[in-house]
């Protein structure tokens, strides 16, 4: 109406002529995408392969996002929740002869390569036979946790142990883990081994196993003397006299173990023999992740070095220290192990001890810092998946046109022996790597408070040995 703010429909056309409305008003008629559907898989069952059918997804994504899929969505976003579980940086290689048969095969996980950063820098070598209709053998590279756990670094399949077979191994191993002069490789005392390390990683440190060397010396008790000063340098078995650092390790006792670990296995074929080991290996992350977590705060040091410890400071607490300040004396802390020696725990005690001391060092510091807590947690905070069904693989196009052939074997008359005869003196005492909640070492240095604590202390270490420090 002219001069107003009223006004009268008096046509109707029923025809809109409005943009449509791209997102849905009402709630429960939202639509959830695939995408949507793996993120929940992602946050409800975390780093699962089994997750539950798609008709039952439905349900779980109503209640989790607050939309609605169907049955091809809950189905696509299965798929896509199960391929974004891979293990990141993992290495693996293929060799193939001539007539495309397959020769060798290497595979480094991802967070074995990251993890093995917090390590000590040695690793343990061994191959072992695989008892399948091809034969091979089956090799390994395993280091040591800062717990004294075996951490499983590379694996590896070849035809035998030769120059060509060793020098391949070696030389794909160095494209994750590159030559340093930090590094120590341990084995036993195979030529090929031995020409593989000297040639592919010229800066590191080989060392051979004591007990195969035992082997070889006993029964030669009037020569076995003459034996090694004249076969084995004797800066390749002796501690004192190596040139790198090998720490606790002498034997390649870590691929015997595994060996032992993977017995069933070694029967299975390639798929099944790598599925084991990444389940294998996937297990020992996930224990000992936990067991990093939920150690004490109030302690700096792993279980297994915190109980080494304690064990020397009740031997320190019994040495006589003397302060001397009119000359220097260089002295090193550290023993092989690269943890404090009794005398240093024992001048330690005595300078926490006193009360006009200008500084403070606590036994901690003394360590090496892959001995701590932290550092070990560093070793396993990723998560190692499983290889999902090969249904859900996405194979590029040129691997998949490859055809690979099995290699040639020879069908061998008679029963495969699956036991071997242990040689006497193989067991080897384990010490204790697990945290005892009773065992606190800063009690150690604490001042000690009256003349009666310190008479029962002098009466409770009569016979011990004086030292200076």
């Known amino acids: 109406m002219q001069d107003s703010t009223y006004f009268s429909i008096r046509v109707y056309r029923n025809i809109h002529t409005c943009s449509r409305v791209v997102a849905s008003t009402i709630q429960n008629k939202r639509k959830g995408t695939p995408q949507v559907v793996a993120d929940v898989l992602r946050g409800v069952y975390p780093g699962e392969v089994d997750t539950p059918a798609p008709k039952a997804l439905i349900k779980v994504v109503q209640n989790e996002a607050h939309v609605n899929v169907s049955y091809s969505t809950a189905l696509r976003g299965k798929k896509l929740a199960i391929s974004e579980l891979v293990n990141p940086g993992t290495v693996t290689s293929v060799k193939l002869d001539a007539r495309n048969k397959f020769k060798y095969l290497f595979v480094v ?9 917090a390590m000590r820098k ?46 391949w191994f070696f030389e794909t191993l160095k494209t994750v883990i590159p030559d340093d002069e930090e590094l120590v490789f341990m084995s036993d005392r195979h030529k090929s081994i031995v020409k593989a390390v000297q040639e592919v990683y010229p800066l590191s440190q080989h060392g051979f196993c004591v007990w195969h060397l035992s082997q070889n010396v006993r029964g030669k008790a009037r020569v076995g003397s003459e034996y090694l000063d004249n076969s084995v340098h ?22 015997e173990y595994m060996n032992s670990v993977f017995k069933k296995a070694r029967k299975y074929a390639l798929l099944p023999l790598i599925d084991a080991y990444i389940e294998k290996v996937s297990e020992w992350f996930n224990k000992h992740r936990k067991g990093s977590a939920i150690a004490s705060d109030t302690k700096k040091l792993v279980p297994y070095v915190e109980n080494q410890l304690h064990n020397l400071c009740a031997i320190a607490n019994g040495l006589f220290v003397t302060e001397l300040n009119h000359f220097e004396l260089e002295y090193s802390v550290l023993d092989i192990d690269k ?51 090969q249904s859900t693989w ?29 040689s006497t003196g193989e067991a080897r005492r384990k010490q204790s790597n697990r945290a005892n909640p009773g065992i606190h070492i800063g009690r150690w240095f604490e001042p000690l408070n009256t003349d009666e604590d310190q008479e029962e202390n002098q009466g409770d270490n009569q016979g011990g040995n004086p030292s200076e420090v």
């Open 109 to 117: 996980l991802g967070t074995s390569i990251e993890g093995f950063r």
């Open 122 to 167: 040695v690793i343990v070598v061994d191959a072992t036979f695989l008892k399948s209709v091809y034969g091979g053998m089956l090799v390994f590279a395993i280091g040591q946790d800062p717990n004294h756990h075996h951490y499983p670094i590379a694996m590896g399949v070849i035809d035998k142990e030769k120059d060509a077979s060793w020098s």
């Open 234 to 255: 004797l800066e390749k078995w002796a501690r004192c006299y190596f040139k790198g650092d090998k720490y606790n390790l002498d034997t390649s006792n870590a691929c």
């Open 394 to 422: 996405i194979i590029p196009e040129e691997i998949e046109k490859l055809v690979i052939l099995p290699p040639d074997y020879t069908k061998k008359s008679g029963r495969k022996r699956d036991k071997r005869y242990p």
């Open 339 to 389: 943890i404090p020696c009794v005398h240093a725990i024992a001048a330690d005690m005595a300078l926490m001890r006193n009360p006009n001391r200008r500084r403070e060092i606590h036994l901690h510091e003394l360590c090496l810092k892959y001995y701590r807590i932290d550092t070990w947690a560093l070793a396993y905070y990723r998560t190692i998946y499983l290889v999902p069904h």
